[in-house]
């Protein structure tokens, strides 16, 4: 069922590849995803905006509750290492520690950290 908020985009162009010259294929992590200049370019200016980005589409903002004290902890999953890569790259620009707990998660969960990626992101309303 739709919503009355909804609206239909839609685009058809030859010059999509222009724009995502990552799209392509078969999986994304069994292909290289790098950026083009221009798209540095954009990361760099933007990165709080990229970072909240990865957050929304392939990560989580969870309060873990450790023997009765709760902390906030971010995750981000993803089985390609070039985004993951892309991730803690956009994360150290901004000065944010991370740990990689798992082969295919980063988790950011110092207090001033999660403070940092709050400002941000914070919880989704």
């Keep these: ?11 058809c162009s030859n010059h999509w590849p ?3 010259p990552q799209h392509g294929p078969g999986r994304k992590h ?4 790098a950026l083009e200049p221009w ?5 760099k200016e933007a990165t709080e ?9 392939d990560g989580c903002r969870v309060v873990a509750d450790d023997r009765g004290v709760k902390s906030i902890r971010y995750h981000f ?9 892309r991730f803690t790259s ?8 991370r740990t990689r707990s798992t082969k295919y998660v980063v988790s950011i969960y110092r ?10 992101i914070g919880p989704k309303v």
């Design 39 to 43: 798209q540095e370019a954009i990361v």
């Design 30 to 33: 069994h292909r290289r995803i």
């Design 77 to 85: 999953t993803n089985h390609s290492e070039d985004i993951l890569g």
């Design 90 to 97: 956009a994360l150290d620009l901004l000065g944010i520690p």
């Design 18 to 20: 222009c724009l995502f």
């Design 111 to 120: 207090k001033a950290a999660t403070a940092r990626l709050d400002e941000f």
């Design 1 to 11: 069922s739709r919503k009355d908020n909804c609206v239909d985009v839609v685009l």
């Design 49 to 57: 905006d990229f970072v909240r980005g990865l957050i929304h589409s």
